[in-house]
């Protein structure tokens, strides 16, 4: 059963993003968009092998997702936004590329033990709460092959907001729930709430279940950990 403050946040995101649709700067097809995955140029392809499964977990349209297939990865998104899914589904049928695109919640995941070699969640953590990603590293690590791996590309908040005008008016200090908003053109304003999360708190929570491997850091408040499914004699 999930939290009411988890129900709050998904349906208020699930519908920004619907909402939010299809943009040139998050279509796989526009050039545009490409800026999001080329930030990681000099990371991500160096974690990819041939035919690794390859998970992309709030996939949107799906750019991380067909990325990953064009570095090598046999590639898999999920997203609970319809609306862009859908034309992930479009552009994979298009392109005759292998992506699947499946509609869901990443962190109550549809997938059986040892489905994926790889759970990439690009900026998404904000969506979770910390119960929510504790679930989710669960999860991953059933679904996570033996050595498989979880990368985590996230903010740390304290630097990226230190100096933020209305910060504290929108923060609660009790969930670490942030409010916020977005106007949509010819939409209408849709809520956008989000976590406030930390690098040393994402990690602390995950390592709970699946290893540290490593943290890169990306820009100045930008950083890449990468997590390993260990699972020895169990495995
Ligand atoms: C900022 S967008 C990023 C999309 C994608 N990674 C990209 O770069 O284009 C966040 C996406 O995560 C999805 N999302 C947020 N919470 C989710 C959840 N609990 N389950 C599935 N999808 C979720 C949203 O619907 C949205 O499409």
């Not at 009411?4 to 649709?21: L, P, Q």
């Not at 479009?90 to 040892?114: H, T, W």
Request: hydrophobic share 40%; charged share 25%; aromatic share 10%.
């Amino acid at each position: 059963m999930k939290k009411e403050s988890d129900m709050n946040i998904f349906d208020a995101t699930r519908k920004h993003y619907n909402a939010a649709g299809v943009h040139p700067t998050t279509d796989p097809d526009n050039p545009r968009s490409q800026f999001a995955v080329e930030r990681y140029e000099n990371h991500l392809p160096k974690l990819i092998r041939p035919g690794m499964r390859a998970l992309d977990l709030g996939c949107n349209a799906g750019r991380f997702t067909f990325a990953m297939e064009e570095m090598g990865a046999i590639a898999t998104g999920i997203d609970f936004a319809e609306i862009p899914l859908l034309h992930a589904k479009k552009v994979a049928a298009e392109r005759k590329s292998r992506c699947q695109f499946n509609i869901g919640d990443m962190s109550a995941l549809p997938y059986k033990a040892n489905s994926f070699d790889l759970a990439l969640l690009p900026q998404n953590n904000v969506y979770l709460s910390y119960q929510a990603l504790e679930n989710l590293t669960v999860q991953l690590k059933q679904i996570l092959s033996n050595s498989g791996i979880f990368v985590v590309i996230m903010h740390d908040g304290l630097v990226k907001r230190a100096g933020e005008e209305t910060f504290s008016e929108r923060y609660d200090v009790r969930t670490g729930l942030i409010e916020g908003s977005r106007a949509i053109p010819d939409k209408g304003v849709y809520a956008s709430p989000c976590y406030f999360w930390t690098i040393a708190f994402a990690k602390h929570i995950i390592e709970k279940h699946l290893p540290l491997e490593e943290v890169k850091q990306i820009d100045e408040h930008r950083f890449m950990l990468v997590f390993e499914n260990k699972k020895g004699d169990e495995g």
